[in-house]
């Protein structure tokens, strides 16, 4: 049975959401955590294990050096501060997918503490999002319940892929800012280069910690934690639906059962699945098979020199220094690499504006029309900025640039612009008596439209020349255009 709870808007504004996430972040390690089992994704299922992430009698686990390395970065890029003395535990219980009976983690020596993460909301004002750890740890392997009839199914490829868990505080108010905190956390992990952030694959998951209490108190309600989402937006659904089912609850006269509850994003609900644990549920233990790791001063500046730079000093160089807006500026830094390629083309033409259009705009519909990245982009940085300044000296148009010149360059990507432009015979037609030609054929087909505009409704004036250019079949110069239309009209 299925129940669908509404809630008066009146009721919200009587209670306060309290949030936290728990974002699990699987590194791009070439290796596991603790073993040299390979870690690359859609291998045939368990062919990447080995008596140590199986945890057999007698094998020793060893550190992964780049793994700490990435999460040293993570720390670094969001402010926390790093323990210089790493200890693990063996966080105990027993599940299908868990080969050892347990799970080599972090408990009382995150490799992190504090931190902060600023979020954009959507009034555009920011807020900052307290962080209380990020700790390393290992992942589980994965129970598959869809591919037999009868048993669930486990594959151990995933278990021991080292993860680092990032823990917020619970400064988190609603779904929306939730939405934010994970979409920048993602945005981060892509530019450190530490994971690929697809959800879908389960590379980057997040678990909600969400709880209600009535406005202006100071005692948290019962906390419910909430999985298996398995995309930016169901996390915010999963939050929304949540809080409005422990409000109607809470007013029917009921109470909040701490317990873990899943996703169901078809049905947009939350669903319970089993008693929330305690922390001495685990059992936790010091792991005796691992020495601690000690992060040095030389450590830290060699990992702090590898660091790039992040989505807030490009957002800040993007409309300082170029003049973008801030609209611009947040579309281009949503994605490292096309920050990047449009960095390069910015040291070769400075029309920014121009240069973000084609980014934003003419080469991502290309990418997204060909399932492809911007790191396959076919085309240098200096070939679009060649296309910019043809448009820019009145050579081309912009339509025969993106229409026509654009499309032959990416079939012919070791041919240059102007060649293909001369090859074509695209450049823009500035003969006025071609032009005003064309003008008085289309002023001649809409006389109806003549009398408007010449009874006020200037903003005809597009109409009339969009129909020239099209008759021109793009070619002919704009601005002589314009005035030849205006002139005649006036």
Not at 244 to 268: H, M
Not at 456 to 463: Q, R, S
């Amino acid at each position: 049975m299925r129940f669908i709870f509404v809630v008066s808007m009146d009721f919200h504004k009587d209670f306060e959401a309290v949030i936290g996430l728990e974002i699990h972040i699987q590194l791009q390690t070439l290796s596991k955590a603790f073993s040299g089992d390979s870690t690359e994704y859609g291998g045939m299922p368990n062919t990447q294990v080995s008596p140590i992430s199986l945890g057999h009698p007698g094998a020793l686990p060893m550190h992964n050096h780049g793994a700490i390395e990435m999460s040293m970065k993570m720390g670094i890029a969001l402010n926390c501060d790093i323990t210089r003395v790493n200890r693990y535990s063996r966080k105990n219980y027993f599940y299908a997918d868990l080969p050892k009976g347990y799970q080599i983690t972090q408990f009382d020596t995150p490799l992190c503490t504090s931190g902060v993460v600023p979020i954009k909301l959507k009034d555009g004002t920011e807020k900052s999002i307290r962080l209380t750890r990020i700790h390393m740890e290992e992942d589980t392997g994965k129970s598959m319940h869809d591919q037999d009839m009868y048993d669930t199914l486990v594959d151990y490829n995933r278990a021991g892929t080292p993860l680092i868990e990032v823990v917020s505080e619970p400064d988190i108010k609603s779904g929306d800012e939730a939405y934010a905190f994970v979409t920048e956390i993602r945005r981060l992990v892509r530019y450190l280069d530490i994971c690929d952030g697809n959800m879908e694959e389960g590379s980057l998951r997040c678990d909600a910690n969400i709880s209600v209490m009535p406005k202006g108190s100071k005692t948290f309600g019962t906390k419910v934690e909430v999985k298996n989402m398995n995309s930016i937006s169901n996390v915010k659904r999963a939050i929304d639906f949540e809080i409005q089912r422990q409000i109607e609850l809470i007013l029917a006269g009921g109470k909040v059962d701490g317990e873990t509850r899943g996703f169901n994003g078809l049905a947009g609900t939350t669903f319970s699945m089993r008693k929330k644990e305690a922390v001495n549920d685990y059992r936790y233990f010091p792991e005796p098979d691992l020495p601690p790791t000690l992060v040095t001063d030389e450590m830290l500046a060699e990992v702090k020199s590898k660091m790039p730079e992040l989505p807030r000093v490009l957002y800040d160089r993007f409309t300082k220094t170029y003049g973008l807006s801030e609209y611009d500026a947040s579309v281009l830094v949503d994605d490292k690499y096309s920050a990047l390629y449009f960095e390069k083309m910015a040291t070769l033409c400075h029309n920014y504006k121009a240069i973000s259009n084609w980014v934003t705009v003419t080469i991502r519909g290309y990418l997204n029309e060909n399932a492809l990245t911007i790191q396959e982009f076919p085309l240098e940085p200096e070939q679009i900025t060649e296309i910019i300044s043809l448009i820019d000296s009145g050579t081309i148009t912009h339509s025969i640039a993106s229409q026509k010149l654009f499309p032959e360059l990416i079939k012919h990507p070791t041919k240059g612009a102007k060649t293909l432009v001369e090859e074509l015979n695209l450049s823009t037609n500035s003969d006025s008596s071609f032009i005003e030609e064309l003008v008085d054929q289309v002023l001649a087909e809409f006389p109806e439209k003549v009398q408007e505009y010449q009874s006020g409704k200037k903003g005809l004036l597009g109409m009339f020349v969009g129909e020239v250019m099209k008759r021109s079949k793009g070619k002919a110069d704009p601005k002589i255009t314009n005035q030849l239309v205006a002139n005649k009209l006036g």
